[in-house]
């Protein structure tokens, strides 16, 4: 039979590892969202008290914005009005939903490639890069092209 001191150094072990991966979970995502860019673009694009309801949503769609890369874990939210970008619940610390109006959102660079990136320009003026894959631009492209006025800085 095991003794109170032992039961205890165990719970102890048991308490601290849990408390080492909390701390060491949301410090990553914490560093993440302050040297990829994240916070820098919330700044610019809070995600608004009120808006109406997505014409179309894509959930586990990756990306990279800054040095971070978010694979799988990003939601896209289509509004007439513009894009709205949220991160899955588990990565969501220091993470809250932005939204962009389609007019800040310029192709800066299209790939010929469906294995590589091709990187919008978020900002007027700029404020980051994001990268998005080829299918993320398949399904922006309406959007941006209906607000487009001018073909300087587009396709």
Do not use: C
């Not at 959930?59 to 896209?76: D, L, R």
């Amino acid at each position: 039979m095991e003794s109170s001191s032992e039961t205890f150094f165990v719970l102890f072990i048991i308490f601290m590892s849990i408390s080492l991966f909390l701390l060491v979970w949301f410090g990553i995502l914490f560093l993440g969202s302050r040297f990829g860019g994240w916070t820098k673009l919330h700044k610019a694009y809070p995600f608004p008290d009120r808006l109406g309801e997505p014409l179309l949503v894509t959930p586990y769609q990756s990306m990279q914005i800054g040095t971070s890369s978010y694979n799988s874990i990003i939601k896209f939210s289509y509004h007439k009005e513009g894009l709205e970008m949220g991160v899955m619940i588990l990565f969501r610390f220091q993470h809250p939903k932005l939204f962009i109006p389609w007019t800040d959102i310029n192709l800066k660079e299209k790939s010929e490639s469906s294995f590589t990136w091709n990187i919008l320009e978020i900002g007027n003026p700029a404020i980051i890069d994001i990268k998005i894959n080829a299918n993320v631009l398949e399904q922006m492209n309406p959007y941006l092209k209906k607000n487009d006025t001018s073909d300087e800085g587009r396709w």
